[in-house]
């Protein structure tokens, strides 16, 4: 996720982050004796045009490359590759846990069960010391990305379309939502993803106060915004939240790869998958545009206000699905204050790098304060 640029900035630059310390060089002579026995080549592989993905967040690394070989039968082979690794050690990780077996698995349960379109997985590696951690390893697909930096409202792709072509975005990214939660019988198929006979959303939000603690509280650095949102949410607990479902988890259309034709081509970063109400994506998508949106009007900047509304999104969901949604309140705060410890925690990390300084006023390590305050006081106006 992208920082807020600052007052005097150029918001249209792209901010550069420490993401791994992993030297390329390194990785791909590792890379080249790992592919060999996996591709059956009959001679070292060539592996060319390694690269880090310029779009991309933190949580975990990515490397891009080509690689070429001999098969057996004397006949060329080669393919266009993403790796994708569990932070290395002193890499300072944004979440505590990186489950890449959990996420392989979650990805070859949607492409058996639907026809959304995720990049084709090539291969599991466990053992860390190939790369220095585990990764698997997938097809990359071609395409272009909404970005985050610099983010959308300021630059690029997504902001030059035309109003009718984002509608477009939007719709598609409500469609892969809808039908992410179509998955029938989520609970078989993706049970490694949450306990059996426990409620998805009080465990996911037991897990994002333990994810606070460790990422912050229990390290001195405790977020009074943070809390006092965990205790507005406590209070106004919803009362009858919906079925579990497959949740994508991190739902926008910054983790999709679209074609020319503004159609999602693969659905990306399933991390942040779990089983819950359909309203955590739901309001996520939401949240997260508006986050950016935010930002835009506060440096005097058009934004995108007719980009994702709130309004759009539920009903082209509730019109895909076939399904009415609850109060979005409850889940637009949950939303605010996860994003919160996300950007907290990137906060430290940037300190811990030397590429931001501290302040003594922790509230405003959530880049968002102002928004989810107006929320919690229940004056925050929508679209």
């Known amino acids: 996720m992208a920082t807020e640029p600052d ?20 990785l791909s002579r590792r890379l080249t004796e790992w592919l060999g026995p996996r591709v059956g080549s009959v001679s070292t592989p060539v592996i060319t045009a390694i690269s880090r993905p310029e779009a991309g967040g933190m949580s975990s690394s990515s490397v891009l490359f080509e690689a070429s070989w001999e098969g057996p039968d004397g006949a060329a082979g080669s393919g266009s590759y993403v790796a994708r690794m569990a932070p290395e050690e002193g890499a300072f990780p944004v979440f505590q846990h990186y489950d890449l077996d959990t996420q392989y698995r979650v990805i070859a349960a949607v492409a058996e069960y639907s026809d959304i379109p995720v990049p084709p997985l090539c291969w599991l590696e466990h053992d860390a010391s190939v790369l220095g951690s585990p990764f698997f390893v997938m097809e990359r697909v071609q395409g272009r990305v909404p970005e985050d930096n610099p983010p959308y409202v300021f630059v690029g792709w997504v902001f030059d379309a035309a109003p009718e072509d984002r509608m477009r975005i939007t719709r598609a990214t409500v469609d892969i939502i809808a039908r992410v939660h179509a998955i029938a019988d989520p609970a078989q198929r993706f049970g490694v993803l949450n306990a059996p006979g426990t409620s998805g959303l009080r465990d996911h939000f037991e897990a994002q106060q333990q994810w606070y603690r460790w990422a912050l509280a229990d390290d001195g650095y405790r977020i009074p915004l943070v809390e006092r949102g965990f205790d507005w949410l406590e209070r106004n607990w919803p009362a009858a939240a919906g079925p579990d479902v497959l949740n994508w988890g991190d739902a926008r259309p910054g983790n999709i790869i679209f074609g020319d034709e503004f159609e999602p081509v693969a659905v990306l970063d399933w991390e942040m998958a779990t089983l819950g109400p359909r309203e955590l994506d739901v309001a996520w998508m939401i949240f997260i545009h508006r986050f950016f949106q935010d930002i835009a009007t506060r440096f005097d900047q058009p934004g995108l206000p007719d980009y994702q509304r709130r309004d759009d999104v539920v009903a082209y969901y509730e019109k895909m699905s076939g399904h009415k949604l609850g109060d979005l309140t409850w889940y637009l705060v949950y939303a605010a204050v996860r994003h919160g410890i996300v950007l907290g925690r990137i906060k430290r990390r940037m300190i811990h790098f030397g590429e931001d300084t501290d302040t003594d006023d922790r509230d405003d390590y959530v880049m968002h304060r102002t928004l989810l305050e107006a929320m919690l006081d229940g004056t925050y106006q929508w679209d």
């Open 7 to 26: 007052a005097g900035s150029d918001t249209e630059r792209r901010w550069q982050l420490t993401t791994s310390a992993r030297d390329l060089g390194d």
